[in-house]
Structures are given as C-alpha cells and as structure tokens.
C-alpha cells in the first residue's frame, strides 16, 4: 500500500486566492514533510512537522497534522503565480536519523491562474 | 553554487545498452539517495546510502546498482536498459543521526529509452 496520498490530484485557483491542499498516510510516523517541485526541477523541502506538533507556520504557509486521522493539510494562502508547482507529502520509514529514504505521495499539481 | 548536482541532465539511449548517471553534493552531508519518478510523477525510493550502510529498495531490479567513490558521491549505474526504465531520476542528500532532516534534491536525469 502506498504511504501518503494527496488530494486532489490537481487545484486550479485564481491568484490571491488560498489553497488547501491534503494528505493522507497510514503507518506511524515521527514527522511529515512537505516538498514543492517546479516542472523540469527537483525536489524543495518547504517545511516539517513533528508527531507532537499539531500546527505549523512559515511565511505563507500552514501545516497541520492530525495523528489521529493519519492526516495532514497544506494551505497556501494568498497565492501567487510563482507557487504554480506540484506539491508532495513524505514520510519515513524509520523512526530514527538513520539512512532510510522519504515515502512520497502522488502529489498535488497546484495552477494559479493570473 | 549547485548544492545537488546530476549529470546527465538528458540521457537517450537504446533497449540493452548499459548507462551511468552521476551525483555530486557539496553540502557535507553523509547520506545520498536515488528516486525514480515515473511519468505520473510518482517518486520512489531506490536506494539511500551512507559509509556505514546501503539499503535497497527490494523493487529496485539489480540491473541497477549505486557505486560511491567518497562521501560527496552516489552514481548509478544502470545494465541491460529496458523500456521501462525510462524515468526521471533524482538524487538527494541529507544529514544522518538527526530524525527528520530535510533533504536536498538534485534536478533530475531524464532517462529515454528508445
């Protein structure tokens, strides 16, 4: 089975506007990370929550997680065109700092429209 | 300066050639993956390695195998290529022994087989 599946699979909004964009995994995790990546470009990490965090923000951005529901959401808010990309949750395997690579989702493909 | 570097950045080849792609990262870290992204954009761990341990994602082929001159490198050399491989690949680093560590990707390899 596959480890952190975003909905929806594509969000197209109007600049300004926020967007939310979720996350669903289904074994225990110490942390969820969250990646943009611009067409033709790798991977960036845009920010990380813990297990015992329930939100975090940076800059436009605003996780949360809910362990419960093995859950998280991303909002952007007051889009811009700039932030056009496909977005991806990942989670470890691992518990600790070893070398053990991310599990991703399928992503989310966000087009904000100028 | 690139922080993840790969070369080739475009690598078209025929069914049954044998081909390598390689990785230089400049950050210090002691840990280097490969992902292939199929054409949904789906990202898969390969493998992830340190100079303590390699782990292999037991789906990966052993037509691929990682070959790691010094800590600040990870080719992947690829045999018999096959249809199938083609791909984009990344490869990342991060920093071991802290859980939760970002890491950092290159632009990618895109594969073609002809």
């Known amino acids: 089975s596959q480890q952190g599946e975003e909905d929806p699979q594509a969000l197209s909004i109007q600049e300004g506007e926020n967007a939310t964009m979720n996350c669903s995994y289904k074994?225990?995790?110490?942390?969820l990370q969250w990646y943009r990546q611009n067409s033709g470009r790798g991977l960036v990490h845009l920010i990380l929550?813990?297990?015992?965090?329930r939100e975090k923000h940076s800059g436009r951005l605003r996780v949360t997680l809910d362990t419960s529901k093995k859950s998280s959401s991303l909002l952007i808010t007051a889009s811009r065109a700039a932030d056009t990309a496909s977005y991806f949750c990942?989670?470890?395997?691992?518990?600790?700092?070893?070398?053990?690579?991310?599990?991703f989702g399928k992503g989310t493909h966000l087009i904000i429209q100028p | 300066d690139t922080a993840v570097s790969q070369t080739p950045k475009y690598l078209v080849t025929q069914m049954g050639n044998d081909k390598s792609i390689k990785c230089e990262q400049n950050?210090?870290?002691?840990?280097m993956y490969w992902y292939k992204q199929d054409s949904k954009k789906f990202l898969k761990i390969m493998f992830s390695y340190n100079n303590k341990e390699l782990i292999i994602n037991e789906t990966v082929p052993n037509r691929f195998s990682p070959k790691s001159p010094d800590k600040a490198h990870l080719n992947l050399h690829i045999n018999s290529l096959e249809l199938g491989d083609s791909a984009v690949y990344f490869c990342a680093s991060s920093q071991s022994g802290v859980a939760g560590q970002p890491q950092h990707f290159g632009d990618g390899t895109r594969l073609s087989i002809l």
């Open positions: 929550i813990r297990s015992n965090e």
């Open positions: 950050l210090g870290h002691d840990t």
């Open positions: 074994t225990s995790i110490n942390n």
């Open positions: 990942a989670t470890r395997k691992g518990s600790g700092g070893g070398a053990d690579g991310l599990t």
